[in-house]
């Protein structure tokens, strides 16, 4: 049985590592760091999961984010993190007076790492507080929810940022350097295969009302997301073709495994899996008519692998969540513009795409995506 | 420029090879033949172009098939050919006069390679002379002369074989074994990708009248075919879409590029690619719920190299050609059983799927294959 807290540590350990055989790209030296004496980003976060487990040890290493409060519903779980994070118990707040964060001075941005269907209301709360928002992705289970979330965010001039930590991945970046270099020629081919295995089925990702659907909510998305970042475009329209092997596990509304298809303004294409019932999957492949760039594993936790025509990339892993939580310090202190957004916007799209996903499935029929 | 001579072992040259890191899988132990003495079937070789060439000289090593005739409207061809491999004038038709290969007791059966929308024609005056067929792939243009050739056959009662080669093939023989013997546990994805960067323009592939189509016809066949015989059921359903990046090149009725999906009776479902714009394709990976295999280079004449979850495929490389055409002499000399069928009613299976996958691209619609 996987859990959440293993889930995408073995999508690496089962996606399937490819070979370096041709010459290694080596990376630009690294220059060495001076200590980093500027502002800090205080975060709050709200949701105490194995995830944001995660994302907490990360931000040790952080230089420009600290944790300084949390949210959460079990004070047993609060205990726990003023302890390891030395939280102090002002910081602290559960579900029901959270709103008070608005007059907490140690916190400037909450990091919202809860069940999909909770993050709306959440961000609207948080953005009511005047505090910047961090949501994890899916930012909401669709585009009317994402729209109000960003709406909201903006009426109250704070930030709203999501969770798109290969945004800022080394080699994620290598595959658009060499796109926007030309190194592929025309850009003609992106497929996207997101997917594992889900183990316990009593999880609330298996909850429609808590997680707005299946593996593409949860996995998918990496996919629609990548399609978008790896091409550079938006896709004018998508096809998308369900199947359900076990109906009995994947309940009404929590989608097993869908194929979609994008067309884009340029003509290139998109082919893409999402699925909950199988590993050996996470891989990214761009191809232009002049060479190709891969990623495998391409969005796993562990270090991601690439190559290209050209050979390996080579680039250092950094565990993605400290460079996430470091950049988006950047841009919410400092307005950084990153290489791809990771604004509410740059959700929002996403989610009309898995919208637009889900009526392509119903409809059997292309969904235009310019309207 | 690519020509005929050289794309399908650019193919090879283009693949993306992968790696081999786990454990390898040794093939069993080849017994030592011994020097064969049975039956051979006598083929007379139909269209003199470079992968008529390729075939002669690949069965120049074969035990149980010969080469004892050619057809050919080039007579600088034929005196080529009559040297290299020794074939009497008497054995030596064009396209006006090969009716009379009836009463050519040296000559047992036919290989059609010729441009695929002479394949029909061709086919019946070979049945019709009494001759065994052996037909290039794609059989016709479309389904209903594909059903004229078996019937043409069925009525001559002469066999009617198609050029699978990969049937014949060590390692796609391996995922088929590993399939059956459950290894993979419930196969659950298939994903085809088949194409190459066409060169030559003017040439006759890119000819609607004498190809059929596009790219489709000539290389996304083995994507079709390839599903069909890695999942190990018939599809039930299938959707198309189609994209042209190159109109120019790319003429009404010649199709560049179309992804193309299966639904199977299992649930199990299949992502495909056919294109002419984009080299470093030629990958089967078929998943299931325990495992997965894959080869890559899947199809190209070099050798296909091929890994499971399990390690990596140790199978020697025999040219595909001499393999096939010894077994297509026990076929039709032995009435043997191949592991997937040749036969024309394989080859109708697979004009009848491209059939809907053109309609699938022009309707928009997702065609139901159980009509």
Redesign the interface.
Known sequence: MTTRRDFLQKLTATA??????AHAIQPKSIAVAEPYQGPVLRVAIMGLGSYANRVAEAMRDCKKAAITGVISGTPSKIKDWQGKYNIPEKNCYNYDNFDRIKDNKDIDAVYIITPNALHHPQCLRVAAAGKHVICEKPMAVNAREGQEMVDACKKARVKLLIGYRMHFEAKTLEVLRMRNAGELG?V??F?GHSGF?IGNPNQWRMNKALSGGGAMMDIGIYSVNGARYMIGEEPIWV?A?E???DPVKFKEGIDE?I?F?F?FP????A?C?S?Y??N??DRFFL???K??A?LQPATGYGPIEGRS?KGEFKHPHITHQTTQMDEMAEIILNNKKPVVPVDGEEGLKDMKIIDAIYEAVRS???IDLRL
Chains 1, 2 share one sequence.
């Open positions: 399937i590592s490819f070979p370096f055989t025309k003609l081919f497929e295995q096809t073709q199947t359900k092997t495994t194929l298809q067309g340029s003509g290139a294409v082919s899996l699925t019932s199988m050996y999957l191809n232009g008519e060479g190709y891969m025509h059997g029929k292309r």
